[in-house]
């Protein structure tokens, strides 16, 4: 049974850090490419940030871009998603999500490329 599990939200003040992470199974997870999105209420979800099959490329939103930093493991089938610098519209619901990705280099951002999605982490900036 394919699963990803997702720990690491909370709520955190302003300039604060998390860390997120996925934790997959029932996959090969080196043949995945993986993403984080977020979903603010009442606003679509959005890409945050990427990472390749290889993991040697990474992709991340303008809003994010360097604040964020996204990496894999392959060995424990875990990526991480470490965010510095907390702001109040980082308040979201964070989802990992896996693609099968036939591209080893490429960072897929559509929404509609992943086929697999985690349940939800809360995310909550606020002093």
Known sequence: QVQLVESGGGLVQPGASLTLSCEASGLTFAQWGWGWFRQAPG???EFVAGISRNGLN??????????????????K????????SLKPD??????????????????????????????????????
């Open 43 to 45: 606003t679509a979800r």
């Open 58 to 75: 990474t992709n991340y939103a303008a809003t994010v871009k360097g604040r964020f930093s996204i990496s894999r493991d392959n060995s």
């Open 77 to 84: 089938t875990t990526v991480v998603l470490r965010m510095n």
């Open 90 to 127: 980082d308040t979201a619901v964070y989802y990992c999500a896996g693609i099968l990705a036939p591209l080893i280099g490429w960072v897929y951002q559509r929404e509609d490329e992943y086929e697999l999605w985690g349940q939800g982490t809360q995310v909550t900036v606020s002093s």
